[in-house]
T-cell receptor, first 113, second 115 residues
């Protein structure tokens, strides 16, 4: 079955600093999704990556998928308190035609003003 | 659109009691998912419906858990009897079929505490 690992497990940064969160798959990814979860709330979709080498940006958040499609990184530039939350990567269960997503354990981000 | 609506937001119940969680998906979304989130196990997929039909329930922990989707606008997740280890946040999500993680909209979750 598809397994996703994330690192680091948690991160505390000073406001204005850059940071990177990694997501590694045990198998080649078909689709890789990044979600953000604010504490006590549901997940919010950030970005989807499907092609090897693909890179997408939204405001100060950039996500990349490596050429082998087994690793993705999420980079935040000049972090702000509003970036705090839990970031989860998810992947399609590409072994079937079902469009369900399996999620990694998440990375908890705290941004200190 | 009001988004995915879950009720109740919080539920505290005694061990052995029946618990019913409710979800109203976004109108027009054909797929509905129930997830459970705990510190130990993260976000786990419990069951997935497509066009009101259960497609994959391999994530349902045991027979104490059951889920139904009687129509396109309503789903329930029932735990009977509940146990303390069922304490978690339960999320419902819906998506237009074929848009997987790209189209997921999550509800705000139900925080269940079984004492």
């Amino acid at each position: 079955s598809q397994e996703l690992e994330q690192s680091p497990q948690s991160l505390i940064v000073q406001e204005g600093k850059n940071l990177t969160i990694n997501c590694t798959s045990s198998k080649t990814l078909y689709g890789l999704y990044w979600y953000k979860q604010k504490y006590g709330e549901g997940l919010i979709f950030l970005m989807m990556l499907q092609k090897g080498g693909e890179e997408k940006s939204h405001e100060k958040i950039t996500a990349k998928l490596d050429e082998k499609k087994q690793q993705s990184s999420l980079h935040i530039t000049a972090s702000q308190p509003s970036h705090a939350g839990i970031y989860l990567c998810g992947a399609d269960n590409f072994q079937t035609s079902y469009d369900k997503v399996i999620f990694g354990p998440g990375t908890s981000l705290s941004v200190i003003p | 659109d009001a988004g995915v609506i879950q009720s109740p937001r919080h539920e505290v119940t005694e061990m052995g009691q029946e618990v019913t969680l409710r979800c109203k998906p976004i109108s027009g979304h054909n797929s509905l998912f129930w997830y459970r989130q705990t510190m130990m196990r993260g976000l786990e997929l419990l069951i997935y419906f497509n066009n009101n039909v259960p497609i994959d329930d391999s994530g349902m922990p045991e027979d104490r858990f059951s889920a139904k989707m009687p129509n396109a606008s309503f789903s329930t997740l029932k735990i009977q009897p509940s146990e303390p280890r069922d304490s978690a946040v339960y999320f419902c999500a819906s998506s237009p079929h074929g848009q997987a993680g790209y189209g997921y909209t999550f509800g705000s979750g139900t925080r269940l505490t079984v004492v």
